[in-house]
Nanobody, 124 residues
């Protein structure tokens, strides 16, 4: 299974970015998808998750109301719309797949496959 993220970049505080992720390979059965981020010197932290159907979503408190996660019609893609960005949102953002069932899926060990990450930098 391969996950490829895109859409990162440099943006000013208050701006917006849209991250995308596509999964390919033998993904087999249904799976949830999520976004995590890791800033320099910090642990990887949960950002948002979406269920297989796309009906259920869950967000970290730090991004609630500013970020929106969505599933593509083809189910193998996920997007993260990030609005009102803050300097503290600066991090490498990772897309991941989870076959877990204990919703919400907010911990790294609940995810089975990871992308390589895309850098998001928010300037003040």
């Amino acid at each position: 299974v391969e996950l490829v993220e895109s859409g990162g970049g440099l943006v000013q505080a208050g701006g917006s970015l849209r991250l995308s992720c596509a999964a390919s390979g033998r993904t087999f059965s249904s799976y949830a998808m999520g976004w995590f981020r890791q800033a320099p010197g910090k642990e990887r932290e949960f950002v948002a998750a979406v269920s297989w159907s796309g009906d259920n979503t869950y967000y970290a408190d730090s991004v609630k109301g500013r970020f929106t996660i969505s599933r593509g019609n083809a189910k193998n893609t996920v997007a993260l719309q990030m609005n009102s960005l803050k300097p503290e949102d600066t991090a490498v953002y990772y897309c991941a797949i989870s076959y877990g069932s204990r919703w919400p899926l907010t911990t790294t060990y609940q995810y089975n496959y990871w992308g390589q990450g895309t850098q998001v930098t928010v300037s003040s």
